[in-house]
């Protein structure tokens, strides 16, 4: 059985920081690249931040370099998204996935940053 469950998310003033939680299911999540997607409304969703499943080799998008740090702890199945020095338009629902994505989707975490 596929299992993505985010955690995780609030309402943080800009500026301030949040860490996200991803425990994936360990079939979808030993073997896969794993990444943090999110879609503000009305924007298809994207890939803002992805690493890879052995050497943990990282990539960000544009958008949230130097702020956002992904990592992966192999022996919890699970994936962080440290997140700093927020604005207001990183206020979404944030999603955990493997690159590139499954069809399945987990119920995502809500970020919201107010000014």
């Known amino acids: 059985q596929v299992q993505l469950v985010e955690s995780g998310g609030g309402l943080v003033q800009a500026g301030g920081s949040l860490r996200l939680s991803c425990a994936a299911s360990g079939r979808i999540y030993s073997l896969s690249r794993m990444g943090w997607y999110r879609q503000a409304p009305g924007k298809q969703r994207e890939l803002v931040a992805g690493i890879t499943s052995s050497r943990g080799i990282t990539n960000y998008a544009d958008s949230v370099k130097g702020r956002f740090t992904i990592s992966r702890d192999n022996a919890k199945n699970t994936v962080y998204l440290e997140m700093n020095s927020l604005k207001p338009e990183d206020t979404t629902v944030y999603y955990c996935?493997?690159?590139?994505?499954?069809?399945?989707w987990g119920q995502g975490t809500q970020v919201t940053v107010s000014s």
């Open positions: 996935n493997t690159v590139p994505n499954l069809e399945f």
